[in-house]
């Protein structure tokens, strides 16, 4: 389990995962950090990391988190996925989507 601060000096952070996920796949790494950045979250993801928490989170919540993560899970610190949520459903409301319906075959809506 390493827990990973984003802001460490030297080799990225997310090249560090990178270069531990690629020689130990099963190490679980969570990112540690100060940072409330959708960018950082999804590159963390994408990099292979069990979760991303926030500095100012709980002691509570970064048990949870380790936890989570060594046992397979993923965890996201609330603030995080809250506005993960927000951005979903702001991108559902501007987003041209077509009905269910419309969608079928006209043999399908003969069947229906």
């Given at each position: 389990m390493i827990l990973m601060?984003?802001?460490?000096?030297?080799?990225?952070?997310?090249?560090a995962t990178r270069q531990v996920k690629k020689a130990r796949p099963e190490t679980?790494?969570?990112?540690?950090?100060?940072?409330?950045?959708?960018?950082?979250?999804v590159e963390g993801m994408e990099v292979g990391a069990s979760g991303y928490v926030l500095k100012d989170s709980p002691s509570a919540q970064l048990v949870a988190a380790v936890r989570d993560a060594f046992r397979g899970g993923s965890y996201l610190s609330p603030r995080m996925l809250s506005q993960l949520v927000h951005d979903f459903?702001?991108?559902?409301?501007?987003?041209n989507?077509?009905?269910?319906?419309?969608?079928?075959?006209?043999?399908?809506?003969?069947?229906l």
């Open positions: 601060d984003i802001g460490m000096s030297g080799l990225s952070s997310f090249e679980k790494v969570l990112f540690l950090t100060m940072y409330d950045d959708e960018d950082y979250l459903r702001s991108r559902i409301k501007t987003a989507r077509m009905p269910r319906f419309a969608t079928l075959t006209s043999r399908e809506r003969e069947v």
